[in-house]
Nanobody
């Protein structure tokens, strides 16, 4: 199983980025997908997740109204659209897959993880 994140980079505060996570080696439609992030010196935290068929999503309070998750099961890909970025959004962003119909906030539920992509927001 491979989860490959892409789309990270350096952006100014107020800007936007779109992350992608391409999955291979698993039946993508059987998995709920999540995005987590980890800033230097901090624990990994939940950002957003989506159910396996895309009909349910969940967001951390810190990103509600700014971030949006979506998935394309035909392309085995999940996306994270990040708008109105803030310096505190700076972190390594990880994609994760959970063999479940619904989404979860708990990292330990997720079966597979990507290697992460760096997002840096300058002030």
């Amino acid at each position: 199983v491979q989860l490959a994140e892409s789309g990270g980079g350096l952006v100014q505060a107020g800007g936007s980025l779109r992350l992608s996570c391409a999955a291979s080696g698993l039946t993508f439609g059987n998995y709920a997908m999540g995005w987590f992030r980890q800033a230097p010196g901090k624990e990994r935290e939940f950002v957003v997740a989506i159910s396996r068929n895309g009909d349910s999503t969940g967001y951390a309070d810190s990103v509600k109204g700014r971030f949006s998750i979506s998935r394309d099961n035909a392309k085995n890909t999940v996306y994270l659209q990040m708008n109105s970025l803030k310096p505190e959004d700076t972190a390594v962003y990880y994609c994760a897959a959970a063999l479940s119909s619904t989404w979860y906030k708990l990292a330990r539920i997720y079966n597979y993880w990507g290697r992460g992509t760096q997002v840096t927001v300058s002030s």
